[in-house]
């Protein structure tokens, strides 16, 4: 079992930036992909970001070239830089962990991007 602790988060202007960060219990190498989804109000959770445990990445349409996942160098922790954030990046992210066992959830974090 993967147990994964997010934070980061908050509030900001549009046009600002944010980073949100995961914990892993384990290595993310041990992880087949790591990354972020997100969920607004009346709508479905959407992927935003995942990196593989082989580094490659994949983003959403509406944040490339504004957002950038990486894993720090132990392995364990995996960030999400938001930058040129727009109102309609508001929603609550959670990070999710992906192993040949199931599929992990974090708490969630509330992002809110004032216009």
């Known amino acids: 079992q993967v147990q994964l602790v997010e934070s980061g988060g908050g509030l900001a202007q549009a046009g600002g930036s944010l980073r949100l960060s995961c914990t892993a219990s384990?290595?993310?190498?041990?992880?087949?992909?790591i990354g972020w989804h997100r969920r607004t109000p009346g709508k479905q959770r959407e992927l935003v970001a995942v990196?593989?445990?082989?580094?490659?990445?994949n983003y959403a349409d509406s944040v490339k070239g504004r957002f950038t996942i990486s894993r720090d160098n132990a392995g364990k922790t995996v960030s999400l830089q938001m930058n040129s954030l727009k109102p309609e990046d508001t929603a609550v992210y959670y990070c999710?962990?992906?192993?040949?066992?199931?599929?992990?959830w974090g708490q969630g974090t509330q992002v809110t991007v004032s216009s």
């Open positions: 990196i593989s445990s082989g580094g490659s990445r």
């Open positions: 384990v290595s993310t190498f041990s992880i087949n992909t």
């Open positions: 999710n962990a992906v192993t040949r066992i199931g599929s992990y």
